[in-house]
Structures are given as structure tokens and as C-alpha cells.
């Protein structure tokens, strides 16, 4: 389970969801620069050993795509955390003062 930092985060721009899109920019950026990498190195040596063709003719087993699926849920997860987070802290605080209210209302009567 991930673990949140407790607090309030820092705000550092004015404009309502600006920082959860510049920290969703920020890692798709760094997905994106380590992928580039990585696909830059498999290209290489791919093209020195006469792989293309069984690059394109590669069909994934059932395990690849799953291992594939878990990878991009763990990457979606990172990308959309602060969103996720807010959200949790949202239904946590509407549940609290539902209940809140629920008591008072039998309270009343």
C-alpha cells in the first residue's frame, strides 16, 4: 500500500489543478526520457544482429500481456497520484461529515 505524506502539500501555482497537471507532465517525462533510452538500446543492438524482422513478427504470450497490464496499472497509478490522493481525501472528509449529520439527524428525532 502506498503511504501519503501527511499535511498539506505546497501549492505553487494560483490556477486549481495546475500543479497535479505539471506533476502528471514531470513523469510522464521522465517515462518518456527512460523509454527513449531504452528503446534507443534495443534498436541498436537489434540492428547489429539482423533482429528486425523478429521484432515485427513478435506475438506476446497471455504472461507478457499481463506483465505488460501490471506495469502500465503501476505507471497510471504514478501518474495520476496526486489526483487519487485528493479524491481519497475528499471521500474521507464527505463520509465524515455524513456521518456527522446522519447522528444529528437521529439525534433529532
Not at 523509454?35 to 541498436?44: A, K, N, Q, S, Y
Not at 499481463?66 to 464527505?94: G, I, N, P, S, V
Amino acid at each position: 500500500m502506498r503511504r501519503h505524506a501527511r499535511g498539506k502539500r505546497p501549492q505553487f501555482y494560483d490556477t486549481s489543478g495546475l500543479d497535479q497537471a505539471m506533476s502528471m507532465i514531470l513523469v510522464l517525462a521522465s517515462e518518456f526520457s527512460a523509454l527513449r533510452d531504452r528503446l534507443d538500446t534495443v534498436e541498436r543492438v537489434a540492428a547489429e544482429n539482423g533482429l528486425g524482422a523478429a521484432i515485427e513478427a513478435y506475438v506476446p504470450t497471455q504472461d507478457v500481456l499481463e506483465a505488460r497490464e501490471t506495469r502500465r496499472q503501476a505507471f497510471l497509478d504514478r501518474l495520476y497520484y496526486l489526483a487519487l490522493k485528493d479524491t481519497a481525501e475528499a471521500a474521507e472528509a464527505d463520509t465524515a461529515e455524513r456521518y456527522a449529520s446522519t447522528i444529528d439527524d437521529i439525534a433529532k428525532g
